[in-house]
């Protein structure tokens, strides 16, 4: 079965500063990888994917993730974070299209001003 | 507004009593999906459908917990007898089964508080 482990529970970064949320992954094969966020009063927001090809994928909002499959890893980054990122992150693995999806324990993002 | 709708958005009831929420997926999406999430923690699957049938169920479906989609639009979930570890959002998504990647897309969630 597939896990996701997100390490950091809480991370508080200040505006205009870089970000990396830490993700890893336990699959037998490649998986379908994703983040979502999570914002308060609204619902999950899907912000990138990867299947296959090229390893570092764009999302919307600046967001970016890297697929490392030496590390089983798939960190989510961001060059300059605003304050209305500030929300909950997870990172979501599943085997296949149309599958149930596996989330993280989540990562709550504070941003100071 | 043609997001997945979820209903009613809040649910406080004694433990003993039953419940059930409806989600109407987005038009057209042959695919839904029941999550849970308890606090401090991410969505956990329970069950889905394609059209009409429940394909999967997760272990965490107890007997108390029963979800129809009777004509593979919208959806019900009814929990029996509630116990305090009910307590949750319950979360639900659709997609559209294209044969290539389908995005789930997520509702606001009903959040139940079992006194």
């Known amino acids: 079965a597939q896990s996701v482990t997100q390490p950091d529970i809480h991370i508080t970064v200040s505006e205009g500063a870089s970000l990396e949320l830490r993700c890893n992954y336990s699959?037998?094969?490649?998986?379908?990888l994703f983040w979502y966020v999570q914002s308060p009063g609204q619902g999950l927001q899907l912000l990138l994917k990867?299947?296959?090809?090229?390893?570092l994928v764009q999302g919307i909002k600046g967001f970016e993730a890297e697929f490392k499959r030496s590390q089983s890893s798939f960190n989510l980054r961001k060059p300059s974070v605003h304050w209305s990122d500030a929300a909950e992150y997870f990172c979501?693995?599943?085997?296949?299209?149309?599958?149930?999806?596996?989330f993280g324990t989540g990562t709550r993002l504070a941003v100071r001003p | 507004d043609t997001g997945v709708s979820q209903n009613p958005r809040h649910k406080i009831t004694k433990r003993g009593q039953n419940v059930t929420f409806r989600c109407d997926p987005i038009?057209?999406?042959?695919?839904l999906y029941w999550y849970r999430q308890t606090l401090g923690q991410g969505p956990e699957f329970l069950t889905y459908?394609?059209?009409?049938?429940?394909?999967?169920k997760s272990r965490l479906l107890s007997d108390r917990f029963s979800a129809e989609r009777p004509k593979g639009s919208f959806s019900t979930l009814e929990i029996q007898r509630t116990e305090q570890g009910d307590s949750a959002m319950y979360l639900c998504?659709?997609?559209?089964?294209?044969?290539?990647?389908?995005?789930?897309?997520f509702g606001p969630g009903t959040r139940l508080t079992v006194l």
């Open positions: 998504a659709s997609s559209l089964d294209l044969g290539s990647y389908n995005e789930q897309f």
């Open positions: 699959y037998g094969a490649t998986p379908y």
């Open positions: 990867y299947f296959s090809g090229d390893t």
């Open positions: 979501v693995v599943t085997k296949s299209s149309g599958d149930k999806l596996t």
């Open positions: 038009s057209e999406h042959n695919r």
């Open positions: 459908f394609q059209n009409e049938a429940q394909l999967e």
